[in-house]
């Protein structure tokens, strides 16, 4: 049954390695609890920090794009003296 080119040799070679199975994962995780732990509450406070750097933002550029009324009455005052 054997080709010319070894081609069976070559499967049976193969076959010899691959496993009728897979190989189950070892219940043991190498990362531990407080590691994921870790990385959801960073995750997490990431996802805080967004909207509030972005609210940050749009408070300074209103700020400097129209100032408060009392804001505009101190700089009147302080320049007239």
């Known amino acids: ?3 010319a080119d070894g081609t069976y040799l ?7 390695m691959t496993r009728d199975e897979p190989i189950t994962n070892c ?3 190498s990362k ?7 990385m959801h509450e960073m995750t997490i406070a990431a996802d805080v920090a967004k909207p ?3 609210l940050s933002a749009y408070l ?3 700020a400097t794009s129209s100032p408060l009324n009392a804001w505009r009455e101190i700089i009147n005052h302080t320049t007239e003296s």
Not at 10 to 16: E, K, P, S
């Open 1 to 3: 049954m054997a080709a």
């Open 10 to 16: 070559a499967y049976m070679y193969v076959a010899t």
């Open 27 to 29: 219940s043991d995780s």
């Open 32 to 38: 531990s609890k407080k590691y994921i732990d870790a």
């Open 52 to 54: 509030l750097r972005m």
């Open 60 to 62: 300074t550029t209103t």
